[in-house]
């Protein structure tokens, strides 16, 4: 089910009804029974992969803490899990690699699971955890189902570690206005992200994308800089809403982004964007090989595995790849060159932005080739023929017309000064409620207006 669907404006308000009408007892058996309504809109069958993987990681997680052998019982967690990932996500891509050099490998015709990275990475944090010692093995059945399936984040996150989820899940929760109230603000918040900013720039990158020639380096410039904006826009929009969701019955995720375009540094960057999968690649994969200790060698190899791992997690593909690779340059250089110094200032954060917009070309691109295209017309100041007499203009904005566009822009700008005003949880702007009630407004208004209403789905469920 797709948060920005009629479907969901039911769901939503008739889940969390139900949520503090029932007893305490029987709430978990409510969402369990709801979340898996929620996924099952996708493709039903597919919910029975996530059921072998909660019975997997449940009883490996009991048999880890009472076994001799842990390691044994965690690398069966494991494979469990990365065997599912690989056959959906990655068989086809090696297989058709390994073809073209004449290989004869079959291919599978199958759909990836929505939100499997997701569900995977979260369920081996909970073994491992286990296996740390960290976290008691949870004995009820049902609530750690409910940890891997919680709808606000079933599809894409924050990938969640137990500590925080398994415990909320078990409390006793009252009613309150003002979960209600930071609840239904993060949601509201989050659809303005989607609907108004991600989705209306999402048309003029795609016309501009799809034919980089064809237009103004000025145009392709704006394009890659409104991509950079539309994949923060629709993933963190995603987070506010589930968030916010979680919110309003009492539940608190974990903070996702942190207004990562104030960032002064690409390493700055990365410790305020997609911080749930940023914090499980430093704690599972950078930690123990050796990045945070030993020798400059050593940090650097760990930095190159954790982004060559972080690209390959998004996608099965070269893009990704690069993707991945081109921030663990950013990163690598900067820890070299420039590991005493905190930041760079307003330089900094222009810089920064701009090697993250220009990486974000091949992560939108699967042809490696098209995203190279669209980088050199962003540099051809020889724009086309019809720009260079007269017959197109840069200012026919393509796809949403030039008045869309300067609305556009100033809802951007109100984007970023709401997001500097407030706190990193997006919840509190100021302690005036007259301010309060004109956010509000001037929200919901602009959602009405200037959203795009043909339940694009999110970039990120692809994932």
């Not at 669907?5 to 709801?34: C, G, N």
């Not at 073209?100 to 491992?128: C, D, E, K, R, V």
């Not at 890659?224 to 995720?253: K, N, V």
Request: glycine fraction near 6%; charged fraction near 10%; hydrophobic fraction near 55%.
């Amino acid at each position: 089910m797709l948060f920005n669907s009629f479907e969901f404006l039911i769901f939503f308000p008739v889940v969390a009804i139900l949520f503090y009408l029932l007893p305490h007892k029987a709430r978990w058996v409510m969402l369990l029974a709801a979340s898996c309504i929620f996924y099952c809109y996708f493709i039903p069958a597919y919910l029975l992969i996530l059921i072998f993987l909660i019975l997997v990681d449940y009883f490996a997680a009991i048999l880890i803490e009472q076994s001799q052998q842990k390691k044994k019982w965690l690398v069966c967690s494991i494979i469990a899990n990365i065997g599912i990932l690989a056959v959906f996500k990655y068989y086809n891509f090696f297989a058709t690699n390994i073809n073209s050099g004449n290989g004869h490998l079959p291919l599978l015709n199958l759909i990836l699971p929505i939100g499997l990275s997701f569900h995977t990475f979260q369920a081996m944090s909970y073994t491992i955890e286990v296996y740390r010692g960290n976290y008691k093995a949870e004995r009820h059945l049902g609530i750690y189902a409910l940890y891997v399936l919680f709808y606000p984040q079933l599809v894409a996150g924050p990938i969640e570690r137990p500590s925080n989820i398994l415990p909320q899940l078990k409390s006793k929760i009252k009613f309150s206005p003002q979960n209600l109230l930071d609840g239904v603000r993060l949601m509201l918040w989050g659809f303005f992200k989607k609907l108004v900013i991600a989705d209306k720039a999402a048309i003029y990158v795609a016309i501009v994308y799809n034919h980089p020639n064809e237009y103004h380096f000025l145009n392709v410039i704006i394009a890659i800089l409104l991509f950079s904006l539309q994949i923060y826009c629709d993933f963190s929009g995603y987070t506010d809403i589930a968030r916010g969701a979680a919110r309003t019955m009492g539940y608190e995720l974990m903070i996702n982004f942190n207004r990562p375009f104030f960032s002064k540094s690409i390493r700055e960057f990365w410790r305020r964007w997609h911080i749930s999968l940023s914090s499980w690649f430093r704690d599972y994969v950078y930690i123990p090989v050796g990045g945070s200790k030993g020798s400059k060698q050593k940090t650097v190899l760990a930095l190159l595995i954790v982004f060559a791992l972080s690209g390959f997690w998004h996608g099965a593909g070269f893009n990704f790849i690069i993707w991945g690779l081109l921030h663990a340059l950013f990163v690598i250089v900067s820890f070299l060159l420039f590991s005493k110094t905190k930041n760079f200032g307003f330089i900094g954060l222009i810089i920064s932005n701009l090697l993250v917009a220009y990486a974000f070309v091949f992560f939108r691109n699967n042809s490696v080739s098209h995203a190279i295209e669209i980088i050199l017309s962003s540099v051809n100041f020889s724009p086309p023929a019809a720009f260079q007499y007269g017959i197109r203009s840069f200012y026919d904005e393509p796809g949403i017309g030039a008045s869309s566009m300067l609305v556009l822009l100033f809802l951007i700008a109100f984007l970023f000064f709401y997001e500097y005003k407030t706190d990193a949880s997006l919840t509190r702007m100021n302690k005036y409620m007259l301010s309060d009630i004109a956010w509000f407004v001037f929200v919901t208004i602009s959602i009405l207006f200037f959203g795009v209403f043909t339940n694009e789905t999110f970039i990120y469920f692809q994932f």
